[in-house]
């Protein structure tokens, strides 16, 4: 045994909240990480002065005043609303489906006007029964020009799937709003990090007791570590942990293209989803938009997100918590709650889609149950 406590494997929140708790109860912490940095998804860098969220839009939100607390230790967060906007061929849309959305579509401008449209959609299509699949399932929910033009191209696009193909669970529901109220999420607290992300995990990380190694794949040398820490917190793929014994859980990939552009305001909003079949990508982000006062500087970036399917090495974005894929990852648990000096933690190796909020009270509950 060496003179640590705990390795991590993973730098992400899970990984990161856990060896910080940790730190604090005077514990030794060994955390590695595969990639070349720290901070996993959540990783942002800085370019012309403005945050890239290097793996996709992260905006945090969140109505847990702890976890709030929590997260505003690290970070003082601006004032930043999540109001994404569709762009149908062309034709702009408002987001989540509002009031300024049913407008944008039909004309109508008040809340009857709205709800009449949309449930003489619905009753327009003689849908029997349970849906039994996602396109029923959403025609049900908000009638069938919502679905043709906001819902169906990007849903197939993200899943590589026609929307007919699809289970009906996927969309449970879908948020009809009649106010004209453009905030994504109804959360009571919502921003993002003023300079950044991954000082939020350089800060967690920042203690006398932790030393972190990058570019270190735990499966290198996974024997070693087992026999040279007394407990091990795992927060890569759980299926590789185990060598892929029952067969492997199904994940979705994405792949990121960051273009710098000489103006300074591209498309005046930081997230544009492309909803129609046609164009490959499901969304544009333009960076600057999620600070403030970064205005005029001539420059912007933007990234343009394509979804992708996923065979080992890839990079793991989005578990598919599908009926299957969820018994497969209960047969992996089995066998991890039979690790006793191994925790599993996070978006892989609880196989689960975890928001930011939940992946830290998540991990906070790990460290209660380890320590207090
Ligand atoms: P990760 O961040 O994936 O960290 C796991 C780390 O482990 C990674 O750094 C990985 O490289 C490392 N690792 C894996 N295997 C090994 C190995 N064998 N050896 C060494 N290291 C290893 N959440 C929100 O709240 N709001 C959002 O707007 C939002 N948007 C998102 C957009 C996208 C495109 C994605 C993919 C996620 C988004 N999320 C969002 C979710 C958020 O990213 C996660 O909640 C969070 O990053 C999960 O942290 P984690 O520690 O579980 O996993």
Redesign the pocket.
């Known amino acids: 045994l060496n003179s640590y406590d705990y390795l991590v494997?993973?730098?992400?929140?899970?990984?990161s909240v856990f060896a910080h708790e940790a730190a604090l109860r005077g514990k030794r912490v060994k955390v590695?990480?595969?990639?070349e940095h720290i901070a996993?998804?959540?990783y942002t860098k800085e370019f012309d002065g403005i945050q890239v969220h290097q793996?996709?839009?992260?905006?945090?939100?969140t109505s847990d005043r702890e976890i709030w607390d929590y997260v505003n230790q690290f970070a003082k967060f601006n004032r930043y609303t999540n109001s994404p906007v569709a762009n149908y061929k062309g034709q702009m849309y408002n987001l989540p489906f509002n009031m300024n959305t049913f407008n944008e579509l039909w004309g109508t401008r008040t809340p009857e006007e709205a709800f009449k449209k949309i449930e003489e959609q619905k009753r327009a299509v003689h849908l029997v029964g349970q849906p039994r699949n996602l396109e029923e399932q959403a025609i049900s929910l908000v009638g069938t020009d919502i679905y043709q033009k906001l819902i169906k191209g990007y849903t197939e696009k993200q899943w590589g799937k026609k929307a007919t193909e699809l289970p009906a669970f996927i969309i449970r529901r879908l948020p009809v709003r009649f106010t004209y109220d453009n905030n994504y999420f109804n959360d009571t607290y919502q921003g993002i990090p003023i300079g950044g992300y991954t000082q939020i995990v350089e800060k967690m990380l920042d203690s006398d007791l932790i030393d972190i190694e990058t570019n270190?794949?735990?499966?290198a040398h996974k024997d070693r570590y087992l026999g040279e820490y007394p407990k091990v917190v795992f927060?890569?793929?759980i299926d590789q942990y185990f060598d892929y014994k029952y067969g492997e859980l199904e994940y979705r990939s994405?792949r990121f293209e960051n273009e710098e552009l000489n103006v300074s305001n591209y498309q005046g909003n930081a997230v544009i989803n492309y909803t129609d079949a046609e164009t490959p990508y499901t969304r544009i982000i333009e960076h600057k938009h999620f600070e403030f006062g970064k205005g005029d500087s001539g420059k912007t970036i933007i990234t343009r997100e394509y979804p992708a399917n996923w065979k080992r090495g890839d990079e793991p974005?989005?578990p598919v918590n599908d009926v299957q894929n969820n018994k497969l990852y209960k047969q992996y648990a089995k066998l991890a709650a039979r690790e006793s000096n191994v925790i599993f933690g996070?978006?892989?190796g609880q196989y689960r889609y975890?928001?930011?909020?939940q992946?830290i009270h998540s991990a906070l509950v790990r460290v209660h149950d380890e320590f207090d």
Do not use: Q
Request: charged residues 15%; glycine residues 18%; aromatic residues 20%.
């Open positions: 494997v993973g730098s992400g929140l899970f990984g590695i990480e595969k990639r996993g998804n959540i793996y996709g839009a992260h905006i945090f939100h270190v794949d735990f499966f927060t890569g793929m994405l974005y989005y996070g978006r892989l975890f928001d930011m909020h992946v």
